[in-house]
């Protein structure tokens, strides 16, 4: 690497391209005049979408003090992300720095800065294992500052499981070291032929050649940079054999068992040749919070310690018994919403089954699980509700220890267990098979390396059911999570809408549906009147807490008014933030053909669905068939 200084805060015009030449190991440093180029290349889109945006020329910059370009008001720049843009090319094997001050005012960090970037730079045409998708880990303001709930990392990119732009975040401990680097998002383009690890610190990056590492565990790659690098788990964000044969719902795992998992961003980063990239830096994390921000995050640190919330004890979990008394906990395949062995995998059961607290970093709620059955010698952390039902419920699998096994290889072979778990479920309703946990457990490893019937389950639902003979439970190719919409009307709304496809947390409408909600804001289970101008509010606050970035579990502590002396945001900022999150990754998927159809292809009868889109759409400002005005979105990346 050169032996230039760490990075600060980028300077505006500032682009430094590096090559690491592959002969002695040494790196060469020069000026780069194509980056601006190369970041305009003209792209092939789809449809009715064909041209391109206006070019950034004469955009309004930080001037636009009213508005972005007439969308979405706003009264000036939040706090947001700090440092460049790190463009690392695992192709050509060279990195460069780029300033994107604009984009991190608009789009502050997290899912808002990697969905302003993967806009941008990822043609709309792109392959999702191909060399032109990218990946981008992408740091918030909250990132730097000391307080709980804080302690999450985002990525972003073009998923090859439902074919859109999509967002994943992490928990654990490694957005404290991503931030060392001085960066405020970096992202991988191009590919390898050969397996790589690649390095990112503060004044640079290494490319290393890892051999040995094809088909490695993720706690072999942990292990490998423990000592290979002195690098703990924290450091390392990697894929298991899931990844790197291209799994479709393969996960990226860091601190060995936190994952980037919904989507198959893991099937992305192997693609591209990558085994690990690991970040270790002290650069300055960038401004101080105010005195106001001070006092907040050190109240929601005190609460955060000070509550003796059930999840403090059991976690997600603690949910599982209420979710299946009141019918929203899918059941052998769907075919049920409720599971007589429910007792066996209740919060109860799982904190039986626990060995200490775990945590995030800096954060004193502590709801994660590490947990030991001493009888099978099985060793995790976790499962969570979602994986209790994708392994257990919907697979009819009554047995806690066995749900842990499934959690703990999907960890290790670096899977997704909601979209594994679902898969795995409709293969035992193809062969009737409910309630074998060994053919679960076999199962699970032959997806991992695609061998045999796990090649074609490799592939997700939305392109295996045919040939199972089963119904198709997934939305725009994301197979569901739980919160049944079945019984959480809303929730099914939100299934339905959702840019990602079948997840609960996008739009996150069971909260007010169960309700988990203070009982002003409760909303009821059944109907779908009025439920449209909620979601579009969910969403958008959902976008701007995972550009902060913030734990959904904050709920209840990190409050709208605590969030936005957070981010020193004035009031309908951050629900403007959020909408502009929403319209470009909506705008992205239309170029790619989604639209109304695919928000109205619930695999189940809902009610009223039809008036329901026409009103969330109206709320949006998008056209009555699920897109996005075809200048919107454009106008949004030129003009910040």
Wanted: hydrophobic share 35%.
């Amino acid at each position: 690497m050169t032996g230039r200084a760490p990075v600060q805060d980028d300077p505006e015009c500032e682009t430094e391209r590096h090559q690491r030449d592959d002969a002695d190991g040494t790196s060469r440093g020069k000026e780069d005049g194509e980056g601006a180029d190369e970041r305009r290349r003209t792209r092939r889109v789809v449809g009715e979408f064909a041209g391109r945006r206006p070019p950034a020329a004469g955009r309004s910059g930080s001037g636009a003090a009213e508005s972005i370009c007439g969308l979405h008001p706003f009264v000036g720049p939040m706090r947001h992300a700090q440092g460049p843009l790190l463009s690392v090319d695992v192709s050509a094997r060279e990195w460069r720095t780029e300033a994107i001050r604009d984009a991190r005012k608009a789009f502050v960090g997290g899912r808002g800065l990697g969905t302003r970037l993967a806009y941008e730079r990822i043609p709309f045409d792109a392959d999702p294992f191909g060399p032109d998708n990218r990946l981008v880990f992408t740091a918030g303001p909250l990132q730097t500052a000391t307080t709980s709930f804080a302690g999450r990392l985002s990525c972003t990119g073009l998923s090859p499981l439902t074919d859109g732009l999509l967002s994943s975040n992490a928990g654990g401990f490694l957005a404290g070291n991503f931030v060392g680097t001085g960066h405020s998002a970096v992202e991988l383009v191009g590919s390898s032929d050969d397996p790589l690890a690649v390095h990112v610190r503060a004044d640079g990056v290494e490319f290393e050649a890892v051999p040995d590492l094809a088909g490695a565990e993720v706690s072999a790659v942990t292990e490998w940079a423990r000592e290979r690098h002195g690098l703990e788990a924290e450091h390392v964000a990697c894929v298991g054999p899931a990844g790197e044969n291209r799994v479709r719902f393969a996960a990226i795992v860091t601190t060995e068992h936190r994952a980037f998992a919904r989507g198959g961003l893991g099937a992305v980063l192997g693609a591209k040749g990558v085994k690990a990239i690991t970040f270790d830096g002290d650069a300055a994390p960038g401004p101080d919070l105010d005195a106001a921000a001070r006092d907040v995050a050190s109240a929601v640190h005190r609460e955060a310690a000070e509550d003796d919330h059930v999840m403090k004890a059991q976690g997600t979990p603690s949910l599982t018994t209420f979710a299946n008394e009141v019918g929203a906990l899918p059941t052998r395949y769907f075919s049920e919403r409720s599971f007589e062995g429910v007792d066996g995998l209740s919060g109860e059961r799982v904190a039986e089954k626990k060995t200490g607290r775990g945590t995030c970093a800096r954060c004193a709620f502590a709801c994660k699980l590490p947990t030991a059955d001493e009888a099978t010698g099985v060793e995790t952390e976790g499962p969570e509700f979602e994986t209790i039902m994708a392994f257990g419920s919907n697979a009819g699998v009554d047995d806690l220890p066995a749900v842990m096994h499934a959690n703990d290889r999907c960890d290790e072979l670096g899977l997704d267990t909601i979209s594994c778990g679902d898969v795995v479920s409709a293969y035992l309703a193809a062969k009737d098979a409910f309630g074998d946990a060994e053919l679960v457990h076999d199962l699970i490893e032959r997806i991992a390396r695609r061998e045999g019937i796990g090649d074609l389950l490799a592939e997700g639902l939305a392109r295996c059911h045919d040939e199972l003979g089963v119904p198709d439970w997934t939305m725009k190719g994301m197979e569901f999570a739980a919160h049944d919409g079945r019984a959480l009307a809303g929730q099914a709304l939100a299934f339905a809408t959702s840019n990602r496809g079948a997840d609960h947390l996008y739009g996150g409408m069971y909260v007010y549906e169960y309700p988990l909600v203070d009982r002003e804001d409760a909303l009821p289970a059944d109907g779908l009147e009025g439920k449209a101008a909620k979601l579009v509010e969910s969403e958008n606050r959902n976008a701007a807490l995972d550009s902060a970035i913030a734990c959904r579990f904050s709920r209840g502590t990190l409050t709208d008014d605590r969030l936005r002396t957070l981010l020193d945001a004035t009031p309908g900022e951050l629900d403007a933030l959020g909408a502009r999150i929403v319209d470009l990754e909506r705008g992205f998927n239309n170029r790619r053909g989604r639209d109304r159809g695919d928000d109205a292809a619930l695999p189940y009868a809902l009610d009223g669905l039809s008036a329901a889109l026409d009103s969330y759409y109206e709320r949006r400002g998008w056209n009555r068939d699920g897109t996005v005005p075809a200048t919107r979105c454009d106008r949004l990346v030129s003009c910040e």
